[in-house]
C-alpha cells in the first residue's frame, strides 16, 4: 500500500502562485509514476500533470502547459506540482495519485492510478 497526502492549497489572486507537494509513504519502492489531477464543482475529474519516478518523464495537460511545473524529490517521497499564472479556471480540487506499474494507455486516465490522496482545495479568485 501506498499512502499519499497532499497539501499546500488556498486562496489566491488570479495571476498568483501556488505549490502543492504530495508525500508518499509506505510501499513507495514499488511506485512507477506520481500525478495530479482536479476536480471543480460540477465537473468530471481531469488529468493535470504526471511524473515517472525513476526516469523523470513528465506530462501536462494542454491547459496547464507553460504555467504548471511537476517535479519530484526522491530522497523525499514527494511530488510537487507548481502553478504560476493562475486562472479562475484552476479552481478545483486537486488530487495526488501513484501508480506501481508502467501505463496501461498513458498517464493521463484516473483508471490508471491506484492510489489516491484526499485532496486540497485550490480557490483563485478574479
Known amino acids: 500500500q501506498v499512502q499519499l497526502v497532499e497539501s499546500g492549497g488556498g486562496l489566491v489572486q488570479a495571476g498568483g502562485s501556488l505549490r502543492l507537494s504530495c508525500a508518499a509513504s509506505?510501499?513507495?519502492?514499488?511506485?512507477?509514476?506520481m500525478g495530479w489531477f482536479r476536480q471543480a464543482p460540477g465537473k468530471e475529474r481531469e488529468f493535470v500533470a504526471a511524473?515517472?519516478?525513476?526516469?523523470?518523464?513528465?506530462y501536462y495537460a494542454d491547459s496547464v502547459k507553460g504555467r504548471f511545473t511537476i517535479s519530484r524529490d526522491n530522497a523525499k517521497n514527494t511530488v510537487y506540482l507548481q502553478m504560476n499564472s493562475l486562472k479562475p479556471e484552476d479552481t478545483a480540487v486537486y488530487y495526488c495519485?501513484?501508480?506501481?506499474?508502467?501505463?496501461?494507455?498513458?498517464?493521463?486516465?484516473?483508471?490508471?492510478?491506484?492510489?489516491w490522496g484526499q485532496g486540497t482545495q485550490v480557490t483563485v479568485s478574479s
Open positions: 509506505g510501499r513507495t519502492f514499488s511506485m512507477y509514476a
Open positions: 495519485a501513484a501508480r506501481d506499474r508502467s501505463w496501461d494507455e498513458g498517464p493521463g486516465r484516473a483508471y490508471e492510478y491506484r492510489y
Open positions: 511524473i515517472t519516478w525513476s526516469g523523470g518523464n513528465t
